[in-house]
């Protein structure tokens, strides 16, 4: 019998029950062994609730209980997330979470500690939601080197900004919807504002290139300011706005950004909407690969959770080599990445035209018969402080750009 504990009895933490209740003979199977639930660990009480009879409220009991292997962290936080899953590696107890804001932030320590002690400490669930990511990563698709990865990484704002494509609805009714339906966060900053699939980027970065990405090095620019208006120019261009979480190897540099972006039918990310996520990898053996599904919710993550607790459970004692080593790669300043922009103009074209060719080079200026009193254009591709200087020269005239990929 393998002994579990799951630390955290919400959204995600009851699900992981959920499913090893739903699916227990098949998960023993596969496992090799019967999996049994032998503590939960939260603050509050579940009267009437079944996880009742294995429910404790002092994470002591789990951690000095020889006969717990593995500890299922989905409390989410840094702490006390970190200190528990620090003493449950180093007492041989094998860790998996869901947790991304842990392992961006502490996964080089805890993976060095699981190492040393031959144990495991996995995180499938922390990138994508349901969608396996982390395991191809790092055991598929290893006869690669990868030179990029672009994700759709958070769920909420790939809902906020399809809801804006479809429905011509402005960011602050697209999030309300969202928070009505339970898709945002109360307080959505995370999500909104990019932290999120920063952390996340981060985690993959840290996978594909073998070197630990800190996520404070990572440029990080949230959807907040995309509007109805921009919505209309992506449609008139055939594209749509995503919010982008990329990393990129040019020639012996790494790249990594999280921003809006506009993407049309030429990418494999341009139907991926509403809550879904997707991964898009290239790798310089295999081409392209993309990986898509639910990114978020009770289940589909708790699916990729109990699958590590599977993984665990085949390999306890033994660890499960990443790639991931605690040197840390040190990022290019992205003000020398290269990329188009779309430009939206105050004022006429027959106005304002001259200035932008003068300042941008010849550009095509798009105008929205219902968009009166400005134009667009996008530029050819330059370097980020190339474009911040000519945005300059044009001043108070911009009234936003996006990044184009295509
Ligand atoms: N808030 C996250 C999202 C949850 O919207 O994608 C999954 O990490």
Not at 63 to 70: A, H, R
């Amino acid at each position: 019998m393998v002994n579990v504990a799951v630390l955290g009895y919400g959204t995600v933490g009851s699900g992981v029950v959920e499913v090893i209740n739903t699916n227990h003979d098949s998960i023993n199977k596969k496992a090799g062994d019967e999996i049994n639930i032998k503590y939960v660990l939260d603050l509050r009480d579940f009267p009437g609730d079944p996880v009742e009879k294995v429910l404790v409220h002092d994470f002591n009991v789990i951690l000095q209980d020889p006969e717990v292997d593995i500890v299922v962290e989905t409390m989410g936080g840094l702490h006390p997330a970190y200190e528990f899953t620090k003493s449950a590696l180093l007492a041989d107890k094998s860790v998996c979470t869901s947790n991304k804001e842990l392992v961006a932030t502490y996964g080089t320590e805890l993976l060095k500690i699981a190492k040393e002690k031959s144990i495991n400490y996995l995180f499938e669930a922390s990138c994508g939601g349901g969608i396996p990511i982390i395991r191809p990563l790092n055991s598929s698709l290893t006869a690669d080197e990868i030179d990029q990865i672009t994700g759709i990484l958070n769920g909420t704002t790939n809902y906020i900004l399809t809801k804006m494509g479809r429905d011509g609805s402005d960011f602050d009714e697209a999030l309300a919807e969202a928070q009505n339906n339970g898709y945002a966060e109360r307080n959505p900053e995370a999500d909104i504002e990019g932290y999120d699939a920063c952390r996340k980027i981060a985690i993959l970065s840290s996978l594909a290139y073998g070197r630990h990405v800190d996520y404070h090095d990572i440029y990080t620019e949230g959807i907040t300011k995309i509007t109805a208006v921009d919505m209309k120019y992506a449609q008139e261009i055939g594209a749509a706005i995503k919010l982008l979480a990329t990393s990129c190897k040019v020639d012996d540099g790494f790249y990594a950004m999280v921003c809006p972006g506009m993407i049309n039918e030429s990418s494999p990310l341009y139907s991926v909407n509403g809550v879904f996520n997707a991964i898009f990898i290239h790798g310089n053996v295999l081409g392209d690969a993309m990986f898509y599904g639910s990114g978020a919710g009770k289940l589909p993550t708790a699916s990729a959770v109990v699958a590590d607790v599977v993984d665990e459970a085949k390999h306890l004692h033994r660890n499960i080599m990443m790639n991931w080593s605690s040197r840390t790669l040190k990022l290019c300043d992205v003000s020398t990445m290269e990329n188009r922009f779309f430009v939206r103009v105050k004022g006429s074209v027959s106005e304002k035209i001259d200035k932008v060719n003068e300042i941008f080079g010849r550009v095509e200026p798009i105008s929205l018969p219902a968009v009166p009193g400005e134009f667009a254009f996008i530029t050819k591709k330059m370097k980020e402080s190339e474009f911040k200087a000519k945005a300059d020269q044009m001043g108070e005239e911009i009234l936003g750009r996006i990044r184009v990929f295509f």
